[in-house]
């Protein structure tokens, strides 16, 4: 089972300060701020996270670079977590995050690719608007099944890691009786 702390994400996304669901905005598409290059979709979208700034999305586009560097986090809600920094590719600008190891309160968000609001326009396409990330709460109702849809993905990954472990312990096993046996 993956670790699932839904309290995070409700604790931070509690102060809202306009409270407009991704459901009243319907479909959009994430730009970066400074040169809206396209870097993400509603549909990858599986909330946000008010004590980060940051918009949660499952995938980003190409366009979204990840940095080969590995930080460590010093202070705040980052403080002990393995992170690698996200830019764009248009302007070079830091547009997120995304956390590879981190404590257990931030364990629903590992691997989760992180935008920052204040960096993100979203352009809205029933209305033909573009509006700072800011300005929106991103709702978390799908998150609790694109979480069940990573987990599945995980669990086939290790069944995978628990096949090939077992074959290695045969073959070890094997390799064992066959030193005896000569
Ligand atoms: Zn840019």
Not at 94 to 108: D, E, F, M, T, Y
């Amino acid at each position: 089972m993956m670790e699932f702390d839904g309290s995070v994400l409700v604790k931070c996304s509690r102060d809202v300060k306009l409270h407009q669901t991704l459901e009243d905005t319907q479909r959009m598409t994430l730009h970066c701020q400074d040169c809206h290059t396209v870097l993400g979709d509603s549909l990858s979208v599986c909330g946000d996270i008010k004590c980060l700034d940051s918009i949660l999305c499952l995938r980003v586009t190409d366009d979204v670079v990840v940095s080969d560097n590995k930080e460590l986090g010093h202070k705040g809600e980052m403080a002990n977590c393995i992170y690698s920094s996200l830019k764009c590719r248009g302007c070079r600008s830091p547009v997120g995050k995304v956390i590879h190891s981190s404590p257990s309160r931030l364990a629903s968000i590992r691997s989760i690719f992180l935008l920052y609001k204040s960096n993100v326009s979203c352009y809205i396409l029933t209305s033909s608007s573009m509006v700072n990330a800011s300005m929106l709460t991103f709702d978390l109702r799908g998150f609790t099944h694109s979480m069940t849809e990573v987990r599945q993905q995980f669990e086939a990954q290790l069944d995978q890691m628990s096949l090939i472990k077992s074959r290695l312990a045969d073959r070890s096993v094997n390799s064992l009786l066959s030193v005896s046996r000569s």
